[in-house]
């Protein structure tokens, strides 16, 4: 996979472990393939979980770690409000949800 392709993946309004771990499982193969550019949209999300956002630390990590970026894409202003006040504002760029 070239590496200028960006991948878009999306979190519906209900996360539990098997989603989150299917998007870590498809995010891990996307870059295993090449991809280093990659927008997790959270424009479903009604509030940004602890488990959701240890994922998305954890995804951010492995990318960063092979030179790539995530970015989020988020439409409600709750899940904002809590990527601002735990400073993940500051690690993903943060893009504007079309959902």
């Known amino acids: 996979m070239d590496s200028n392709i960006r991948m878009a ?7 539990d472990s098997a989603a989150l771990a299917l998007l870590e499982a498809d995010v891990a193969a ?11 949209d959270l424009g ?9 956002i ?22 409600r202003k709750a899940v904002r409000e809590t990527l601002r006040v ?5 690690l993903f760029a943060i893009v504007e949800s079309a959902a």
């Open 9 to 15: 993946f999306s979190l519906g309004p209900v996360t």
């Open 30 to 40: 996307a870059a295993d393939e090449g991809s280093r550019e990659m927008t997790i």
């Open 44 to 52: 479903r999300l009604v509030t940004l979980e602890p488990t959701v």
């Open 54 to 75: 240890r994922a998305l630390i954890r995804m951010r990590r492995s990318m960063h770690e092979l030179g790539g970026h995530i970015s989020l894409a988020v439409g």
């Open 86 to 90: 735990t400073a993940l504002d500051r």
